[in-house]
């Protein structure tokens, strides 16, 4: 089976807290990528980072952070010192080929809500 | 602006309208998508353009029919819908048909069928 869990469908901090949101997934492929998007209010999803199966290192962009770890299927991303801004549903996806050609299976999103 | 522009961002249409929705990009990609957005359910792909090619999901309906003129213009015709169509519908695009490029969204368009 090709599938993305994101077991949090809510999460609720206040500005300048930390934040993990969990991504585990599950494919039948030894290659493939994973992503993460951002849905702000606005509707657009938003493109935050790609990672293929071959690369495990951890990367950093500012306050946030992707941890890849193949040994239990999971991409968790964190939001160091939250912001309002940060406010929005992220998307966990992975990439997968199918009947359809290359296509992504979304995991279900968490919606995160930073208050001030 | 996205780089993806989608007309209208909302749309309120009876079931015995017809209706169009269009996307359009100028950012030189050659694959476009209609994805479905509904309240509490993963993302759905609807429809992809790849160099000119359509492919789509068997899963659906007929009320729903896409056209793509050329690779910069996507659109989705409706016609007799249902309420349970109402959502959040989504245009992407990509340089090509592969998904390690990551994909370019456009805002949506919401709509509610009455």
Redesign the interface.
Known sequence: AQKVTQAQTEISVVEKEDVTLDCVYETRDTTYYLFWYKQPPSGELVFLIRRNSFDEQNEISGRYSWNFQKSTSSFNFTITASQVVDSAVYFCALSVRDNYGQNFVFGPGTRLSVLP | E?G?TQTPRHLVMGMTNKKSLKCEQHLGHNAMYWYKQSA????E?MF?Y?LEER???NSVPSRFSPECPNSSHLFLHLHTLQPEDSA?Y?C?SSPS????Y???????T?LTVV
Do not use: D, Q
Request: hydrophobic share 35%.
């Open positions: 996205t993806v509490k359910k993963p993302l792909l992809v790849s492919v789509e999901n959040l989504l992407a048909g592969e998904t390690i990551g994909y370019t969204f456009g805002s949506g919401r």
